[in-house]
């Protein structure tokens, strides 16, 4: 029940924000950011309540029977990873909000609207477990988002959304399709059909790994694990599908660019573990056992993903691109995590997962400051801005840090365990990985000195220092990122025997 | 007690870097930082005395899980043996000396909090690494004290050089770092662990599980690791952002690039010295000797002041790893703690002179603008322009003017220069060269031979080029009358530490080193003497003389003295007494010759002037190009760095196609014939063409629904809204 208010009262807040006054726009505001700090207080006391010593789902509502025509059901409930994103997902709400507070010039109403209504598809996707209700909660994040960046983007919003809109759906049609052979299949017992059909996921789990149940059938997996495949590839995204990400985010406002690389993307990866990698263990087996092309299939999408990602943001010019392309390289990291199937390479992926989420939301956010003051992101436009804004300087120091695997903060930890995990099946791709550190590295610091270092460009000597309210937005993600870095545990200890339970069931075929 | 000591030694320069950074993000200025950091490494400093008392014989890690997954976990702890000890007593009595001295240096800075609160950093960085018991959280600390490097190296970015010198120095390492974590990476995968010590520890399961067949890729992993201090200690090939480095404020030029940071690298290397191999052992042996041959040939040639000695760190830091790759694992570590204090000495000795010329430079600024214009052009693109405060050739006879300064300098280039007997650097040299010619003798070893030659040479280079320096800076004639008129001794704040360093680069403090029962070195299971090696008969087992004892030097020069006329002593550190007797007398012998003919030539030269450095630099004239362009390791960087970007533009053109022609490849969805006809749309555009053209058919739609976006967006949400409940509804009477 906690968790069915937590998600659905930003569409509450949906509703009251629609029915209020068009001109009043800062009572808007404020209601909207009321509506998603409750999630963010409910997602608190989830986190600090959640037992952290069993794998199982807590925190259940239902399973209420909702379509019965096909055995459809509401049913949600949680465990360590669901928790964990669901925190991120909560805590980047009232910051996106605080962050939309002073740079969206019109209709504040119904981009509110649309951003809640976004949250609830988020929170509701990370703690479905039906199947049929994780594709709605999947397919209601996509409206609000291609109205967002297609209404309160920059000069080509329209393009973006739409290429954003139909990749996602590309990704969704196959995946529905996916979704209904799994649920004809459901009911298939050496060949003789039984029972009920259903669509519920620890059902579905527990069939899959079932001897003669057609769902647990190796090739039926293979197939079926490569329809949420790539479902999943377009928002994760991983290569050759990533190409709508880089449009999306330079066309998307800063709050927006903010939630598609915290969230949206760990979407993808969310996806990949809690279907693909639980339900279809032999399918996934296929493409990571480390024999032959296929066997290395996932781990090479990972590097690939990496390097090409890394070496895209070297070539990059625009701030908030060589961002959006740094993603690409990061989540790279999670695939190749994932791939190891052992215990470093998912916890590192799912560490990944959350950090990324944080620095990268970092990164858009502190992107949007600069935007917000010189009205341009070309990185070779600006110059020496350390003299004139020391305290942004300091901050945007910490998450280039961050992001590129400095020791002490967040990112590090995630990559190099997925890194440890991954050298154990495949030595060659990870070490050719890690030039990805490096290129990392370089682009980041290259930045640097090209935004903040040198003489300081007469052009800029106005500029302001980042606000009280710019600083608020930042501090709890900076906070995050150095206590993670710091204390790792305190996020591992949630999804540890989840991980394990994983890994069991992967071992189990 | 060992526990909360550490502890407290790391929080304290951490909590003076917190009061910084929650400060700083609240806007407020707090003017006080210096007082503040120093306190914080005087206090870290007492408690590393007061840890001195707590070295047990055989020492164990203090450990806590950091990192718990569900069958591994990683812990981070503290390793106290005697060798920490002395490293921490170095890294603060150096840290708060530099820290004393920039009282004085940096006090004119506009950034002068910020420079505290870094330095802060760093120390809390470095005693991290120096603590851990790990390799993970030598690794973290590795990386911090890069990070820390970085920022001061930078600390004036607003100078172009700076900005160019911080990001070189922290990607030049980074590569070396990643070659280290490939090499943890290897250790773990074996091992399911990264921790050194106990009995789960690295060092103990490599002695018990890895076998013959093992040690090629222990050798691997041994060099892997060692690639971490390459970059660290600036070894040959990555050494050419330590010279770079020298942008940043000359305390930190002393602390973080000649005395801690650098020496980093060599600590490494002597914690690892149980897993490495013969073959790793040589390799190291090899990098490090040579590195110290050719930084200090690049060394001779250098006018400004802080780069003669940037390179002539890096060629003691080739000293050092050149000790612990011949398996002299303590004079390795002995020449690390001389070096920390005559360098430090010498780098903060250059910044009082730099300091005594600043106003100078100041004021001199726009002539020199106007100078560079008609600068030689290819001097300017080498990023040899030495700032005139630096420039050697604008000093001399400095030695009335600064007679603190000079005296102090001039102990520490005794020092370095292995002036025998009452120089602390003689006797860590002295051990260096026994050690190898030991090694060579034992395992009749030509490879160490060579070595000893490559050793010897550089010792006398470095006598050379240091006396060059002193006697350029301070003797004869002044060159710049302008400037000497400027120049006056620093104040009190910054030559108490000078005095201070001076006297510890006498060997009576350094006694720890001379005990044989404080400082042992660990045992080398993997290593083995090659094949045909004629080890020499141990002509006294079990002798337990201890030489040299904690009472100092007198005692020591004396056992020197007794080994001198032939009397069966225990020398060196490796047991062999036979040959490591005969390889000291010859190793002392030989070092004195040559530290003594480098300072008469340079003397000749410079002081004397009876043999002029212009016509020799004519008369070989490749030979000073080679030591004049650094042997041209930056342009090769330069031309690989184009190469690489011309790489990996190709790499672009061709890595849709490739990549997409194998996912359609492997899918088996398609025939060969279907495929070929594929390629042609699947080029690099495909992967983003495609989507335009199918946003191109979906226009239609899109025009419609934009319709619906101007204005009636309230009107939209509220039909989605009804669709959902309608949805819940129609669904649910099913």
């Not at chain 1, 807040?13 to 963010?40: A, H």
């Not at chain 1, 000069?155 to 209904?180: D, H, N, Q």
């Not at chain 1, 590295?441 to 003489?455: H, P, S």
């Not at chain 2, 680069?505 to 070195?521: E, G, I, Q, R």
Request: aromatic letters at 12%.
């Amino acid at each position: 029940m906690l968790l069915s208010l937590m998600i659905f009262i930003p569409l509450l807040g949906m509703i009251v924000v629609l029915l209020l006054p068009r001109e009043s726009e800062e009572l808007v505001k404020r209601v909207t950011l009321l509506f998603t700090l409750i999630p963010l207080a409910l997602a608190v006391y989830l986190f600090i309540t959640y037992d952290r010593s069993t794998a199982g789902t807590q925190f259940f509502h239902g399973p209420v029977p909702w379509i019965d025509a096909f055995n459809i059901q509401y049913h949600i409930g949680v465990d360590g990873l669901s928790v964990t994103l669901l925190l991120l997902t909560a805590l980047l709400g009232p910051i996106c909000v605080i962050a939309s507070w002073r740079n969206i010039e019109k209709g504040i109403k119904a981009y509110m609207a649309l951003f809640l209504l976004l949250e609830t598809g988020m929170l509701g996707f990370f703690a479905a477990l039906d199947l049929f209700l994780f594709y709605v909660f999947f397919e209601l994040t996509l409206l609000p988002m291609y109205f967002l960046i297609g209404i309160w983007g920059g000069p080509r919003r329209e393009y973006a959304a739409i290429k954003f809109f139909l990749y996602t759906l590309f990704g969704s049609v196959l995946m529905l399709v996916a979704m209904i052979a799994v649920y004809l299949n459901s009911n298939i017992v050496n060949g003789v059909a039984e029972g009920l059909r259903t669509f519920d996921i620890p059902t579905l789990i527990t069939l899959a790994a079932t001897q003669g149940h057609a769902l647990a059938d190796s090739d039926f997996q293979i197939w079926v694990f490569l329809g949420f495949f790539i479902g999943f590839a377009v928002k994760v995204p991983i290569f050759p599908f990533h190409t709508w990400l880089p449009d999306a985010h330079v066309e998307a406002p800063t709050a927006i660019s903010v939630i598609l690389a915290g969230i949206l993307l760990k979407m993808g990866t969310y996806g990949l573990v809690r279907v693909n990698m639980a339900m279809f263990p032999q399918g996934l087996d296929h493409f990571t056992n480390g024999i032959g092309f296929w066997g290395n299939s996932l781990a090479l999408l990972g590097f690939i993903n990496i390097v090409y990602g890394s070496f895209c943001a070297l070539a990059q010019t625009d701030f908030k691109k060589l961002v959006a392309y740094s993603s690409i390289g990061h989540m790279g990291f999670v695939i190749l995590g994932l791939a190891a199937r052992n215990d470093p390479g998912i916890t590192g992926a799912i560490l990944q997962m959350f950090n990324h989420g944080v620095i990268s939301a970092m990164l858009f956010l502190l992107v949007g400051v600069l935007y917000d003051r010189a009205h341009h992101r070309e990185i070779n436009g600006f110059g020496g801005l350390g003299t004139r804004m020391p305290i942004y300087t300091g901050i945007t120091t910490l998450a280039f840090m961050a992001s590129l695997g400095l020791p002490g903060l967040s990112g590090f930890v995630g990559e190099a365990l997925s890194l440890l995990g991954a050298y154990d099946k495949f030595k060659f791709l990870t070490i050719l990985s890690t030039i990805g550190i490096v290129v990392g590295a370089a682009y980041f610091l290259w930045t640097l000195q090209r935004v903040f270092l040198g003489t300081l460009n007469p052009k800029y000597e106005a500029l302001s220092e980042i606000n009280g309210r710019e600083i608020l937005t930042l501090v709890p993600l900076a906070i995050l990122t150095v206590l993670l870095g710091v204390w790792p545990n305190l996020a591992i200890d949630m999804f540890r025997e989840s991980v394990t339970n994983l890994i069991n069931v992967l071992h189990a075929i | 007690m060992v526990v909360p000591l550490i502890s407290f030694i790391l929080l304290c320069p951490l909590a003076a870097f917190a009061v910084f950074g929650i400060l700083g993000l609240a806007n407020k200025r707090f003017p006080r930082q210096d007082y503040l950091s120093t306190a914080a490494m005087l206090i870290a400093l007492a408690c590393s005395f007061l840890l001195l008392r707590e070295v047990v014989p055989s020492p164990e890690a203090h450990t806590v899980d950091w990192l718990s997954l569900g069958n591994v976990t990683f812990s981070m702890g503290f390793y106290l043996d005697s060798v920490t000890v002395i490293m921490l007593i170095v890294v603060t009595l150096v840290s708060s000396l530099v820290h004393i001295f920039s009282m004085g240096y940096m006090h004119d800075d506009p950034r002068y909090p910020r420079f505290f609160a870094y330095l802060s950093l760093f120390s809390f960085s470095m005693l991290f690494l120096v603590v851990s018991d790990n390799l993970l959280g030598i690794y973290i600390g590795w990386e911090l004290v890069g990070l820390c490097s970085y920022l001061l190296i930078g600390f004036w970015f607003e100078k172009d050089s700076a900005a160019n010198a911080c990001k070189k120095a922290f990607l030049t390492t980074r590569v070396g770092d990643v070659g280290m974590f490939i090499g943890m990476m290897m250790l773990f995968t074996k091992f399911q662990t990264l921790s050194l010590y106990g009995e789960d520890g690295i060092f103990t399961l490599a002695a018990s599980q890895l076998t013959t067949g093992d040690m090629v890729w222990l050798s691997i992993a041994g060099v892997l690791i060692f690639c971490g201090a390459i970059g660290k200690s600036a070894q040959m090939p990555l050494h050419t952002w330590l010279p770079d480095a020298m942008e940043g404020p000359t305390p930190v030029s002393a602390l973080i690039h000649a005395a801690t940071m650098v020496a980093a690298g060599v600590y490494l290397t002597a914690r690892m010295f149980p897993i490495l191999t013969e073959t790793s052992s040589l390799v190291i042996a090899y990098v490090g000797g040579i590195t110290a041959l050719v930084a200090a040939t690049i060394a001779i040639v250098r006018f400004d002041i802080k780069r003669v000695l940037a390179y002539s760190t890096i060629s003691q830091l080739g000293y050092m790893m050149l000790a612990i790759g011949a398996g002299s694992y303590v004079a390795g570590l002995f020449h690390l703690t001389t070096h920390a204090f005559f360098k430090a000495l010498l780098f903060l000795g250059s910044g009082s002179v730099i300091h005594a010329f600043h106003a100078m430079h100041a004021h001199a600024h726009d002539d020199e603008k106007h100078d560079h214009e008609h600068a030689d052009d290819e001097e300017y693109i080498l990023g040899s322009e030495i700032p005139p405060d630096q420039d050697m050739r604008n000093m001399g006879g400095l030695r009335h003017k600064m007679p603190i300064t000079f005296i102090t300098m001039l102990i520490a280039t005794l020092s370095i220069s292995g002036v025998p007997f009452i120089f602390s650097g003689f006797w860590s040299k002295d051990k260096i060269l026994a050690g190898v010619l030991g090694r060579a003798m034992e395992w009749n070893s030509i490879h160490h031979y060579i070595l000893f030659v490559i050793a010897l040479l550089a010792a006398g280079i470095t006598a050379f080029y240091m006396f060059r320096l002193i006697f350029m800076t301070f003797f004869g004639e002044p060159r710049n009358q302008e400037m000497h008129e400027m120049a006056h001794e620093s104040p009190l704040s910054m030559t108490v530490p000078l005095i201070v360093l001076a006297l510890l680069s006498f060997p009576a403090v350094n006694t720890l080193w001379f005990n044989k029962d404080y400082v042992k070195p660990p045992q080398q299971s993997h290593l083995h003497a090659p094949t045909h090696a004629q080890l020499a008969p141990d002509t006294k087992t079990g002798g337990t003389g201890v030489a040299l004892s904690l009472f100092g030097v007198s005692e020591a020069v004396a056992a020197e003295e007794d080994a001198g006329q032939g009397t069966q002593d225990v020398h060196g550190d490796d047991g062999h007494h036979g040959s490591a007797h005969t390889a000291h007398t010859i190793a002392m012998v030989l070092s004195i010759i040559v530290a003594g003919l480098g300072i008469f030539l340079s003397w000749l030269f410079y002081h004397r002037r009876a043999l002029s450095a212009e016509s020799v630099a004519t008369t070989f004239r490749p030979v000073y190009n080679l030591f004049w362009h650094k042997y041209y390791f930056d342009e090769f960087y330069d031309g690989v760095l184009v190469a690489l970007t011309v790489w990996k533009a190709r790499l672009f053109a061709r890595f849709d196609g490739s990549v997409v022609d194998g996912i359609v490849n492997g899918v088996g969805l398609v025939t060969r014939d279907i495929l070929a006809a594929f390629v042609g749309f699947f080029d690099n555009r495909v992967v983003d063409g495609l989507v335009n053209r199918v946003a191109k058919i979906t226009w239609a739609i899109g025009g419609r629904i934009r319709r619906i976006q101007t204005g009636a967006i309230q009107t939209y949400l509220f039909v989605v809204l009804v669709g959902i409940v309608l949805l819940i509804l129609i669904f649910r009477v099913l």
